[in-house]
């Protein structure tokens, strides 16, 4: 069962998905969002001030519009994103980016795959780990990799809700928790 926010998050998702689909610019807005969700993620500043309750909404607006601007945003992403900061819903962005980026994965029939390597892939190599998961899941896969030498050799899958863990790391932690259990037997 989803929680309130999870519903509205998917509500505003569908929405502006709709919305684009009718207009037909899933594209555009797909790539705006990206864009947006970089800024949010990338610049705490930027994250604090459309959160922050005292800031006004018309002081947000114009800051969204600037950025749009900069980036040639297209006007449905734009009134979108009036309508959140309008309706105080300004929190959910980075949420709705994410649901409207499934709901148009669904439709272009692709999937997203993160992984985690202990060193940064090669070319050749991650289009051999795309071709690979392609074939494994049935589907075109878009590999969001990262870096994390925490693992110490192999890597790291997540699809969906799955984790394959195939990293030195993860096989070290089955090993250690065989032997915790092992003593209290």
Same mark, same amino acid.
């Given at each position: 069962?989803?929680?309130?926010?999870?519903?509205?998050?998917?509500?505003?998702?569908?929405?502006?998905?709709?919305?684009?689909?009718?207009?037909?610019?899933?594209?555009?807005?797909?790539?705006?969002?990206?864009?947006?969700?970089?800024?949010?993620?990338?610049?705490?500043?930027?994250?604090?001030?459309?959160?922050?309750?005292?800031?006004?909404?018309?002081?947000?607006?114009?800051?969204?519009?600037?950025?749009?601007?900069?980036?040639?945003?297209?006007?449905?992403?734009?009134?979108?994103?009036?309508?959140?900061?309008?309706?105080?819903?300004?929190?959910?962005?980075?949420?709705?980016?994410?649901?409207? !980026?499934?709901?148009?994965?669904?439709? +272009?029939? %692709?999937?997203?795959?993160?992984? *985690?390597?202990? #060193?940064?892939? @090669?070319? /050749?190599?991650?289009?051999?780990?795309?071709?690979?998961?392609?074939?494994?899941?049935?589907?075109?896969?878009?590999?969001?990799?990262?870096?994390?030498?925490?693992?110490?050799?192999?890597?790291?899958?997540?699809?969906?809700? !799955?984790?394959?863990?195939?990293?030195? +790391?993860? %096989?070290?932690?089955?090993?250690? *928790?065989?032997? #915790?259990?092992? @003593?209290? /037997?």
């Amino acid at each position: 069962m989803q929680d309130k926010s999870e519903l509205l998050h998917d509500r505003y998702a569908r929405a502006l998905f709709e919305y684009a689909r009718e207009e037909n610019f899933t594209d555009k807005v797909m790539e705006e969002l990206e864009i947006l969700n970089l800024e949010w993620l990338e610049d705490e500043d930027f994250d604090k001030f459309l959160i922050h309750p005292l800031i006004s909404a018309d002081e947000k607006k114009f800051a969204i519009t600037l950025l749009a601007q900069k980036k040639k945003f297209c006007m449905g992403t734009l009134n979108f994103l009036y309508v959140l900061i309008d309706n105080g819903r300004e929190n959910l962005i980075h949420a709705v980016f994410l649901r409207y !980026r499934d709901l148009y994965d669904e439709l +272009k029939k %692709q999937a997203r795959v993160y992984v *985690e390597t202990p #060193v940064l892939l @090669e070319k /050749d190599d991650k289009l051999f780990l795309m071709d690979a998961l392609t074939r494994k899941f049935g589907k075109k896969i878009n590999v969001e990799v990262r870096k994390n030498p925490a693992l110490i050799s192999g890597l790291s899958v997540r699809y969906k809700d !799955r984790l394959y863990d195939y990293s030195a +790391k993860g %096989q070290l932690e089955r090993l250690g *928790e065989i032997l #915790v259990k092992g @003593e209290r /037997d």
